[in-house]
């Protein structure tokens, strides 16, 4: 009796530092990253043969027999803007400005475009040997630096030797090649481009993060230097992610069941306690109601 | 004995009462709390003619001053972003502007031209809250400081872990003008109190 009532109020006072029990939930949890992947390259076409007339320029997806991008008249001397096209094999057809779609080809190539790459395909060489080449571009240059590139397409001059400031971007560029890139340190800087007797000059800004493709033409008066963007990024690069938020939006998480378990918890010990108590009581009740009635009714 | 019986029944129905309020309690709280924000508000397009999309370097091209995305209400003055001393990317100082990164592109100029802004303050959302809601081909408009009008459509919205952030993807050099939009996302971590994950929507001009 006496340690039944002992091991009620153990129960009890254990019960009451459960009730006041609380912990903080805090969760944690990683994001899953879902990175990019690009289902698209990019295009352009280039006439860069001096002596060929201007062209009909076509660019099919492979086995489709008609053509994705027409570009009229293509003068020697022009670069198209650059196209973004599905993955996959394309076929560039050349004609003779204004023949019939359907006429035969001067000149075709095929192209493999693969995802996030760029290509440039380019009519070079002098009309009696034309051809079409397809260059891969480059779109990433070194962090802070510039890239540049010549495509030598001056016939009068057949090789020329090009300058950037001090820096030799080719000393021998041989008429209807192209030179491998140069990285450079960015900056604007006189852009020198001599063969036989002609030179060439103009200032030319390389900024850092941006890929070039200068072009050596024979101009109206002489070589002619086309200077083009070919993609440009960031110049410096930020160092990782941004830190774009302070949360105040984000949900909270649920708060941790333990303190509704601890009261769940106490109310039963308190509920048991009760009850044995009350069956405690019932049975001594019982037990002296049924003492047996004492004996004088003799 | 009637003592201890009111005693018992005192202790039952104590009992019983706290452990119903224990159940419910736990019951109710079993759902994160998502704190809501004020309905959207679509805004109309800025007028004024949209410039052509033609191949440009950065000279060629303003600097850009504000931005409107319509289809998530957002409308903002874009201010000026460089780079934190440890090389990270600069933030906006308030939460209610976007910023562009001057080592980046202008918008319309070739390349990948960077904006950035807060999902949201600690109190309440910030100016690109929802811009992980922006649908592919959504339009996005930037208004340069000579007022000309480039306008962008929406590629890819995509979601990155910071500490696997794809630099050369976001940052890299591209051959033609786009856009990239930059703000947090994911698991809001409260003990170093900072989002995961990084939304950043990728867009092109469009004409």
Same mark, same amino acid.
């Given at each position: 009796?006496?340690?039944?009532?002992?091991?009620?109020?153990?129960?009890?006072?254990?019960?009451?530092?459960?009730?006041?029990?609380?912990?903080?939930?805090?969760?944690?949890?990683?994001?899953?990253?879902?990175?990019?992947?690009?289902?698209?390259?990019?295009?352009?076409?280039?006439?860069?043969?001096?002596?060929?007339?201007?062209?009909?320029?076509?660019?099919?997806?492979?086995?489709?027999?008609?053509?994705?991008?027409?570009?009229?008249?293509?003068?020697?001397?022009?670069?198209?803007?650059?196209?973004?096209?599905?993955?996959?094999?394309?076929?560039?057809?050349?004609?003779?400005?204004?023949?019939?779609?359907?006429?035969?080809?001067?000149?075709?190539?095929?192209?493999?475009?693969?995802?996030?790459?760029?290509?440039?395909?380019?009519?070079?060489?002098?009309?009696?040997?034309?051809?079409?080449?397809?260059?891969?571009?480059?779109?990433?240059?070194?962090?802070?630096?510039?890239?540049?590139?010549?495509?030598?397409?001056?016939?009068?001059?057949?090789?020329?030797?090009?300058?950037? #400031? !001090?820096?030799? *971007?080719?000393?021998?560029?041989?008429?209807? @090649?192209? %030179?491998?890139?140069?990285? /450079? =340190?960015? &900056?604007?800087?006189?852009?020198?481009?001599?063969?036989?007797?002609?030179?060439?000059?103009?200032?030319?800004?390389?900024?850092?993060?941006?890929?070039?493709?200068?072009?050596?033409?024979?101009?109206?008066?002489?070589?002619?230097?086309?200077?083009?963007?070919?993609?440009?990024?960031?110049?410096?690069?930020?160092?990782?992610?941004?830190?774009?938020?302070?949360?105040?939006?984000?949900?909270?998480?649920?708060?941790?069941?333990?303190?509704?378990?601890?009261?769940?918890?106490?109310?039963?010990?308190?509920?048991?306690? #009760? !009850?044995?108590? *009350?069956?405690?009581?019932?049975?001594?009740? @019982?037990? %002296?109601?049924?003492?047996? /009635? =004492?004996? &004088?009714?003799? | 004995?009637?003592?201890?019986?009111?005693?018992?029944?005192?202790?039952?129905?104590?009992?019983?009462?706290?452990?119903?309020?224990?159940?419910?309690?736990?019951?109710?709280?079993?759902?994160?709390?998502?704190?809501?924000?004020?309905?959207?508000?679509?805004?109309?397009?800025?007028?004024?003619?949209?410039?052509?999309?033609?191949?440009?370097?950065?000279?060629?091209?303003?600097?850009?001053?504000?931005?409107?995305?319509?289809?998530?209400?957002?409308?903002?003055?874009?201010?000026?972003?460089?780079?934190?001393?440890?090389?990270?990317?600069?933030?906006?100082?308030?939460?209610?502007?976007?910023?562009?990164?001057?080592?980046?592109?202008?918008?319309?100029?070739?390349?990948?031209?960077?904006?950035?802004?807060?999902?949201?303050?600690?109190?309440?959302?910030?100016?690109?809250?929802?811009?992980?809601?922006?649908?592919?081909?959504?339009?996005?408009?930037?208004?340069?400081?000579?007022?000309?009008?480039?306008?962008?459509?929406?590629?890819?919205?995509?979601?990155?872990?910071?500490?696997?952030?794809?630099?050369?993807?976001?940052?890299?050099?591209?051959?033609?003008?786009?856009?990239?939009?930059?703000?947090?996302?994911?698991?809001?971590?409260?003990?170093?109190?900072?989002?995961?994950?990084?939304?950043?929507?990728?867009?092109?001009?469009?004409?």
């Amino acid at each position: 009796m006496r340690f039944s009532r002992l091991a009620r109020r153990i129960i009890l006072l254990a019960a009451l530092p459960l009730l006041l029990f609380a912990i903080p939930a805090a969760t944690a949890a990683t994001a899953a990253a879902a990175s990019a992947a690009t289902t698209t390259g990019w295009i352009r076409l280039a006439h860069l043969s001096p002596n060929t007339p201007a062209v009909d320029v076509y660019l099919y997806s492979f086995d489709d027999s008609s053509a994705q991008i027409v570009l009229h008249h293509v003068a020697y001397g022009t670069v198209s803007p650059y196209e973004q096209v599905p993955t996959g094999d394309y076929t560039v057809a050349m004609r003779a400005a204004g023949a019939a779609a359907t006429s035969a080809p001067v000149l075709s190539a095929s192209v493999d475009v693969v995802a996030g790459h760029a290509y440039t395909v380019a009519g070079l060489g002098p009309e009696s040997g034309l051809r079409l080449q397809v260059l891969d571009d480059q779109l990433s240059t070194p962090p802070g630096k510039a890239l540049v590139r010549i495509i030598q397409a001056s016939l009068k001059q057949s090789v020329v030797s090009v300058k950037w #400031g !001090g820096d030799v *971007l080719n000393g021998s560029l041989k008429f209807g @090649s192209v %030179s491998s890139y140069q990285t /450079v =340190s960015p &900056g604007t800087a006189t852009l020198t481009v001599s063969g036989g007797g002609d030179t060439s000059t103009t200032s030319v800004p390389l900024a850092a993060g941006t890929v070039h493709t200068l072009v050596v033409l024979d101009g109206a008066n002489g070589l002619q230097i086309d200077n083009l963007l070919d993609a440009a990024g960031s110049g410096l690069e930020p160092a990782g992610a941004a830190a774009t938020g302070f949360g105040g939006m984000a949900p909270r998480a649920p708060s941790s069941p333990l303190p509704w378990l601890a009261a769940i918890g106490a109310g039963l010990l308190l509920t048991a306690a #009760g !009850g044995l108590r *009350l069956r405690r009581v019932s049975a001594v009740r @019982s037990a %002296s109601a049924v003492r047996p /009635v =004492s004996a &004088g009714r003799r | 004995m009637p003592a201890g019986r009111r005693t018992a029944g005192l202790l039952l129905a104590a009992g019983l009462v706290v452990l119903g309020a224990g159940a419910t309690g736990l019951a109710l709280t079993r759902h994160p709390d998502v704190p809501r924000a004020a309905a959207l508000v679509v805004l109309p397009a800025p007028t004024g003619s949209i410039e052509a999309v033609v191949p440009q370097g950065a000279a060629q091209v303003a600097e850009p001053v504000s931005l409107v995305i319509p289809s998530i209400g957002v409308s903002t003055s874009l201010v000026h972003l460089g780079l934190n001393s440890n090389g990270t990317l600069q933030v906006p100082p308030t939460t209610t502007v976007a910023g562009w990164y001057t080592g980046s592109p202008r918008p319309g100029a070739i390349g990948s031209a960077v904006i950035a802004g807060h999902i949201d303050s600690v109190a309440g959302p910030g100016v690109f809250f929802r811009l992980s809601q922006l649908q592919v081909g959504a339009r996005v408009y930037v208004r340069r400081a000579d007022r000309s009008l480039a306008v962008f459509a929406v590629t890819s919205v995509r979601s990155y872990a910071k500490d696997h952030f794809p630099t050369a993807d976001v940052y890299g050099a591209v051959p033609d003008a786009e856009l990239r939009l930059i703000t947090c996302g994911g698991t809001f971590d409260y003990s170093t109190r900072s989002y995961l994950s990084n939304t950043v929507v990728f867009a092109k001009e469009v004409s």
